[in-house]
């Protein structure tokens, strides 16, 4: 399996610009989460959907920020507009929870800057 | 004047030893924790996991132990190899019963360094 495939792995945008982050999640994984990593917070949940449903978007910081799921192989997560505070790796990550198991695989991020 | 940044816990060891990490947890309904390893430039890479009705899981090299009296999870590393350099990161979660989790609440992670 190719695993969880994010582009892109890196974006330099001027404050304002639409940022819109690409993912695609393991084939069979029914679970998508998007988390932020900075150093100020470390890793945080920003939204997750199940079967392509947003089950809970408390995580999102603001109205600026907005995730989508058409289907079951894609996931964007877009920042409209950015600015220099949303700086941070985004990760996507998936998961197919057996019985009471919930490994979830990451991606390997897309580093996005904002000047 | 105040610093900026989180500043990671910093692990120190000899190649060949052996590395203890700790994890404290906050969240006593959570039941199921996970280890992640993070290389620099990497997203987070699944080491092992342990549910809530055991107190000790192992794998290769790895092993987790699990306090929940104390909300305390471990992970252990043996015979470290210049590989193991990365930031470990514990997380936890409620897995519910048919499938089915909320999303992973991480711990600030521990950078293990690992001496020649």
């Known amino acids: 399996d190719a695993g969880v495939i994010q582009s892109p792995r890196h974006e330099v945008t001027e404050m304002g610009q639409e940022v819109t982050l690409r993912c695609k999640p393991i084939?069979?994984?029914?679970?998508l989460f998007w988390y932020r990593q900075t150093m100020m917070r470390g890793l945080e949940l920003l939204i997750y959907?199940?079967?392509?449903?947003?089950?809970?978007d408390s995580g999102m910081p603001e109205d600026r920020f907005s995730a989508k799921m058409p289907n079951a192989s894609f996931s964007t997560l877009k920042i409209q507009p950015s600015e220099p505070r949303d700086s941070a790796v985004y990760f996507c990550?998936?998961?197919?929870?057996?019985?009471?198991?919930?490994?979830?695989?990451f991606g390997e991020g897309s580093w996005l800057t904002v000047v | 004047g105040e610093s900026v940044g989180l500043h990671l816990p910093t692990l120190s060891v000899q190649e060949g030893d052996n590395s203890i990490i700790n994890c404290a947890y906050s969240n006593s309904a959570s039941d199921y924790f996970i280890w992640y390893k993070q290389e620099s430039g990497k997203g987070p890479q699944f080491i092992i996991d342990i549910r809530s009705n055991m107190d000790k899981r192992q794998g290769q090299r790895v092993t987790v132990l699990l306090n929940k009296t104390v909300k305390h999870l471990s992970l252990q590393i043996a015979a470290t190899q210049p590989g193991d350099s990365a930031v470990y990161f514990c997380?936890?979660?409620?897995?519910?019963?048919?499938?089915?989790?909320?999303?992973?609440?991480f711990g600030k992670g521990t950078h293990l360094i690992i001496q020649p």
């Open positions: 959907f199940n079967n392509n449903v947003p089950i809970d």
């Open positions: 990550a998936s998961s197919h929870p057996g019985s009471f198991r919930n490994t979830i695989y």
């Open positions: 084939s069979g994984h029914d679970y």
């Open positions: 997380a936890e979660t409620r897995a519910y019963s048919g499938g089915g989790a909320d999303g992973l609440t």
